[in-house]
């Protein structure tokens, strides 16, 4: 069975599961969320029938493909698919919705279950995704949690998350935390940000405020659409703040694991802005490789992260709700969560 993006508008649900033939190299750019890879060509076995194709014999490139595909999808059948019952129902899908999920799909259907191919495959998937980000002004009502670096961001975000607030975690997204020591273990493509953006925008009510960390335009390497930059900026902004003190300490404690590997702390330091000169970088790198890690968090607050805040401030707009927390600890962030939430609940604007 085909069907198209426009026949699943009401989600994936009806499928038990859904599968992307292509690949591992193709999965791994990009892919419809939720699916699972069992490839029919691995990234070895795509390139030579690729290039059989293209510069010697289709009919060869064809024979030779389909015994490659024949002997993936045994090796499927036999391991990740073995147990799956008879009323199972897959979506399949490729790069174009043809041969290579078509063939899987025919193997499937002849064991007897209810298989269906998604007609355009991923190139069609890509395009809708491109225009939900791109060609569409969002509609949201934002609420942007601001404050330096260290104040607590993200765990508020996750607290709000938790009372019911609706929230769009980005730095979860594009797995990265926004600052030059910020990486979460490998961001994945701008593709794969992107489908992973589109997902957490389409569940999104766009009848209640949602709660977005304030970003640049770029996480890590991973760029924001602009038309959801411009939703940012025009929202109401919630501005924290935090003793320094304890700000130091709760940075400290999320760079530990970095602190363990001098090595990587001192190559992160060397992408700071030339502006510190090469004095003070040196002096940050003598630091990271003798473990003074709260030393270094103070000195890097005080001279790079700070500064650069109150320059991306400079249009001097005033904050619809300034907090200033005590500290850092669990019940104080409890405390500014269940402020936060009753400032949207009563919907404050400007003027109010």
Known sequence: MLRTLQDLSGGLGDFH????????????????????????????????????????????????????????????????????????????????????????????????????????????????????????????????????????????????????????????????????FGEMGGQPSQKLFESRLAAALDALDPLRPVVVEAESSRIGERFLPPALWGAMQAGRRIELSAPLEARVAALADAYAPLARDPDRLAELLARLPGRHGRKRLDSWRAMAFAGEVEPLVAELLAEHYDPAYGRSGADGAEPHLRLRLKDLSPAEQDTAADTIADFIAVGARPGR
């Open 17 to 180: 599961q859904v599968i992307d033939v292509r690949s591992p190299g193709e999965f791994a750019e990009d892919h419809l969320p939720g699916a699972v890879n069992l490839p029919v060509l691995d990234d070895t076995e795509r390139a030579e029938v690729g290039t059989i194709y293209v510069q010697s014999s289709k009919f060869d490139a064809r024979r030779i493909g389909a015994a490659y595909i024949a002997r993936n999808v045994a090796s499927h059948l036999e391991g990740p698919l073995r147990d799956k019952p008879g009323g199972w129902s897959p979506l399949l899908y490729c790069w174009r919705g043809g041969q290579r999920s078509q063939a899987m799909a025919l193997i499937l259907s002849q064991v007897g279950w209810r298989t269906t191919v998604l007609l355009g495959g991923y190139r069609t998937y890509r395009r809708g995704v491109v225009a939900r980000l791109y060609d569409q002004a969002p509609s949201l009502d934002v609420v942007l949690l601001g404050g330096p670096t260290g104040v607590g961001k993200t765990d508020l975000l996750a607290r709000l998350a938790i009372r019911g607030l609706q929230t769009l975690d980005l730095e979860a997204l594009a797995a990265h935390r926004g600052s030059v």
